[in-house]
């Protein structure tokens, strides 16, 4: 199975700073059809995780843009600027390149 | 607006089966795959697989294959995920959520998701 490995595992940002979390992947999410399917989630306490970014880099509906995805086949990043309160949760990425689907184990986000 | 409402927590024997429900409104329900994730604090989230809603073909994570089985009732826009022959470690929070059609350009991704529904497994 592929292995996607998030860092830091929890990061403190005050607010209004900038946050970056890695996720890199145990082989390329490059499908053969030469797109790469990687998208990131943020589960905010108590509630079930929500969309941010599909395949690499695209904000899904509603999403603002200091959130911006980045990265090509082993390696991901998630960039989220001018944190604010409601930023505040676990990120996960989700690979759907290769069966079976797997998710990295989170970067809990919180408030210095 | 898109909902998925999962029906509610539930406690079961082990050796015993259990079925959640997962009902879809504010859209189009066979537009749509619906994908089951489980999540728990030591393995984190896990991808169970889906169900084509139109068809009702299932594509499963060889891991759950013989644990889950997903179905459909199209008439109610409701999905469904039996567990079965359950242990401790199916005591989880299951989520269900909606995904995209089209793999090739929606990369399958999962846009809207269910309250979950939580499983505990005991004696």
């Known amino acids: 199975d592929v292995v996607l490995t998030q860092t830091p595992v929890s990061l403190l940002i005050s607010l209004g700073g900038q946050a970056s979390i890695s996720c890199r992947s145990s082989?390329?999410?490059?499908?053969?059809?030469?797109?790469?399917?990687l998208h990131w989630y943020l589960q905010k306490p108590g509630q079930s995780p929500q969309l941010l970014i599909y395949q690499v880099s695209n904000r899904f509906s509603g999403i603002p843009d200091r959130f911006s995805g980045s990265g090509s086949g082993t390696d991901f990043t998630l960039k989220i600027s001018r944190v604010e309160p409601e930023d505040l949760g676990v990120y996960y990425c989700?690979?759907?390149?290769?069966?079976?689907?797997?998710f990295g184990a989170g970067t809990k986000l919180e408030l210095k | 607006q898109v909902q998925l409402q999962q029906s509610g927590a539930e406690l079961a024997k082990p050796g015993s089966s259990v079925k959640i429900s997962c009902k879809a409104s504010g859209y189009t329900f066979t537009s749509y795959y619906i994908s089951w994730i489980k999540q728990t604090t030591g393995q984190g989230l896990e991808y169970i697989g889906y169900?084509?809603?139109?068809?009702?073909?299932?594509n499963y994570n060889e891991k759950f294959k013989g644990k889950a089985t997903l179905t459909v009732d199209k008439s109610s826009s409701t999905a469904f995920m039996q567990l079965s022959s359950l242990t401790p470690d199916d005591s989880a929070v299951y989520y269900c959520a909606r995904e995209r059609k089209n793999y090739y350009y929606s990369g399958g991704v999962m846009d809207a998701w269910g309250q979950g529904a939580s499983v505990t497994v005991s004696s």
């Open positions: 989700l690979q759907r390149t290769h069966n079976p689907y797997t």
């Open positions: 082989q390329s999410l490059v499908h053969s059809n030469g797109n790469t399917y």
């Open positions: 169900i084509n809603t139109g068809s009702g073909g299932t």
